[in-house]
């Protein structure tokens, strides 16, 4: 691992740099905040080692303020003018009540350091775990419902790192080969948070494949509840200009000028989910049918049962993205089919999942996606486990039978 350390006293900084280096470790020390931070605007690490009470300026009288203030700058929303470490430690002796308190807030690891080096085993070992973060596919969901349907695969819960949790589990694919698959959920729903939690994502874990599952909307007559859409482009149809056009002297309207930017999916072969046929997802349906009968009752049930009847079909086309919920069939018409009449789903994420991972050195990237409403007056929540557990279905399986590196 590439660290940086903040440490002001040379005798300390040694024997933390002399541990590290016999463990491999690139260690590059750095004895204050403020040539600490510009470290961190100029070059990426994986871990910052941090000592409390140290200097603002070279030569200057150190303070415990100083290092409380870099953490609190650190994951204080400067992401555009540093480069956040993926670990942020503090190895300190200054560990009071208050200072605890004034830390406790912040996604980081303390470790005390003592005259006696009990420290070094625990330091040794945050980062080697850290260091093992590094998994094949991760799997990325926007909501509690889909994030549970994929959960529901069997999965080990991961420790707290900064910005979320996880959970990971592994498995063989086709091929045999073991592949470590990590899985996620966004704090909260939209394209700006599916975007930074995804380059947090690949910061993290450096996967190779992005995969988001969940559920989403369908064109009307065109999908019906229930069918699946793979992503192969996406687009944030809130993108472009709004101008104020003069009918008359008193009339005035808004006109808005649209400027979408489509990003196609990553796969090395495109036409793969062709190998879903309707009669392979009647296989993933029936496998949910038990569970639908044990979990839902009443009307919701019967309506299960007629889908499960029909013949599932599964979309490859285009994602439309925006930022609110959607439950008016004149807005979509006005917004979303005007730009893309073929459109197959919308949604609040897959664009944002699509840039991010565009923008990265991810491999492969896709969205796999279950109608559970059509965006019109009728849109309601109750289809959405069902929906979300047929995508996981989908998803898991293809990991298993269908994807190779």
Known sequence: MKILLLENSSAKAQKIIG??????????PRFCTDDTKNELRLNKYDALIVDLKVPKKNGKSEDISYGISLIQYIFGGVRDTIYRPKIVIVLSEYLSCETMQSLQAFPISIIPYTPTESWKKPLIN?????????YDIAIITAVEVEFEAVKSWGWQNGHDIPDFTYYYK???NRDGKKLKLVLVKLNRMGMVCATNTTDRVIQYFEPRCIIMSGICAGRKNATALGDIIVAATAWDYGSGSIEEIKKTQQKKEIKFNPD???IALSLKNTNVFDWYTWDKIETLKSELAKYAKDKYEGKLLEVIKEEQKRKTKLHQGSMATGAAVIKAEQFVNMFVKEQNRKYSGLDMETYGVYYAAKHSTVQDFFAVKCVSDLADEHKGDEFQDYCARLSAALTMDFITKKYTF
């Open 19 to 28: 541990l590290l280096q016999r463990s491999n470790h690139i260690v590059v």
């Open 126 to 134: 945050r980062l080697n775990y850290y260091d093992r973060l590094k």
């Open 170 to 172: 592994e498995l063989k």
């Open 260 to 262: 979408p930017d489509y």
